[in-house]
Nanobody
Framework: VQLQAYGGGSVRPGGSLRLSCVAS????????MGWYRQAPGNQRELVAT???????DYGDFVKGRMRISRDYVANSVYLQMDDLKPEDTAVYFC?????????????WGAGTLVTVSS
């Protein structure tokens, strides 16, 4: 599975960005797609995930400011981010978990930088 993410960039506090990610390759084994982020000096953390059944999970910091969605036909996942804060500055990674093999396998995109600054 290969993941290509789009949509990172720079925005002022309070602004919005929309991240997109498209999966290609052996996508038929994917059962979860989502986003994680990593700020300098910090560990990678969950932003949001969404299963094939539509179950979502969000990081505690999201507090209603971000919404994940998926296009199951297009093998894509999106992250709408509103009311962005400087502490949201990080590299955002697209993730897909495949259950094609006996052990679930995580695939990662290259990451897209989001900078929130005045």
């Amino acid at each position: 599975v290969q993941l290509q993410a789009y949509g990172g960039g720079s925005v002022r506090p309070g602004g919005s960005l929309r991240l997109s990610c498209v999966a290609s390759g052996k996508t038929f084994g994917i059962n979860v797609m989502g986003w994680y982020r990593q700020a300098p000096g910090n560990q990678r953390e969950l932003v949001a995930t969404k299963t094939n059944d539509g179950v979502t999970d969000y990081g505690d910091f999201v507090k209603g400011r971000m919404r994940i969605s998926r296009d199951y036909v297009a093998n894509s996942v999106y992250l709408q981010m509103d009311d962005l804060k400087p502490e949201d500055t990080a590299v955002y990674f697209c993730n897909a978990r495949s259950i094609l093999s006996a052990i679930p396998t995580d695939y990662w995109g290259a990451g897209t930088l989001v900078t929130v600054s005045s």
